[in-house]
């Protein structure tokens, strides 16, 4: 079978997007003490995307290199100055500094900022994981195929 290149490139594409219930958040949505359930929704991320989620992975390890490399020199007070400025001293798990990335870029509703994300991860673990990893199958998926892109404004017919 051949793939049709054409066919393809003329494609419209959206993500792909899933309610995600966070019963356990339902203190911080509004709307939940009527009777709604919460629900987090995520969307699967675009190649660019998922590049950026990989670099802070490598971001998180030269943050922890940067404060190692510091904390041998004995000056003390330039190096807890900097912990301060990047970070805890605490080294953060690569999958985590992943995941607080993909939760940022992924979530639709509501909007996650990274502070967000971090306190998430802390206080809702489960909930933080369940979300992350709905983001990862979402993208794996890749996107929806819409309708095809009509390639001018010209009528086709008179």
């Known amino acids: ?3 049709d290149a054409d066919k393809f ?3 419209a594409f959206k993500r792909r997007e899933e309610d995600v219930p966070v ?4 203190a911080w ?3 939940a003490k009527d009777g709604e359930a919460p629900v987090w ?6 190649g660019e995307e ?3 989620v990989n670099e802070a992975q490598a971001r998180n390890r030269n943050k922890s290199a940067i404060i190692e490399a510091l904390s041998s020199d004995k000056q003390e007070k330039m190096t807890d100055a900097i912990k301060e400025l990047i970070g805890t001293g605490n080294s953060v798990p690569d999958d985590l500094a992943r995941r607080i990335e993909m939760l940022t870029i992924g979530s639709v509703a509501p909007e996650c900022t990274h ?4 306190k998430l ?3 809702f673990p489960v909930e933080f994981y369940e979300l992350t990893t709905k983001i990862t199958q979402l993208t794996g998926l890749g996107s929806e195929p819409g309708k095809p892109k009509r390639s001018s404004n010209a009528q086709t017919s008179s």
């Open 1 to 3: 079978m051949q793939f």
């Open 9 to 11: 490139a003329s494609a």
């Open 23 to 26: 019963k356990d958040l339902a």
């Open 29 to 31: 949505f509004k709307g």
């Open 41 to 46: 929704r995520v969307r699967g991320l675009t």
């Open 50 to 52: 998922l590049a950026r």
């Open 115 to 118: 502070q967000v994300a971090v």
């Open 121 to 123: 991860a802390e206080a």
